[in-house]
């Protein structure tokens, strides 16, 4: 992704550092990540070992389309192309 990079941190230093009580269970966040060809970044996440728990969907009136995915450990991430 072109030298991009991006930092996570576990709840309970999350919770200390920052005096906040961070949601534990379920999906916490999810990551968007535009592309100009959803069917192949959906194709290359899911030969990497993601899962899609349903087909691409259709948003904002067809400006938008979307899909879901989860990497092998559960964590989601949005895959969106802008159609206009």
Do not use: K, Y
Request: net charge negative.
């Amino acid at each position: 992704m072109g030298g991009f990079a991006l930092g996570l941190v576990l709840p309970g230093p999350a919770a200390e550092a920052h005096g906040i009580d961070p949601v534990t269970t379920g999906h916490r966040a999810v990551i968007t990540l535009w592309t100009d060809d959803l069917d192949a970044a959906l194709a290359l996440a899911l030969a990497s070992g993601g899962h899609s728990p349903g087909d691409p969907d259709e948003f904002l009136d067809g400006a938008l389309r979307v899909a879901f995915v989860e990497d092998p450990d559960g964590h989601p991430a949005q895959l969106v192309q802008r159609n206009r």
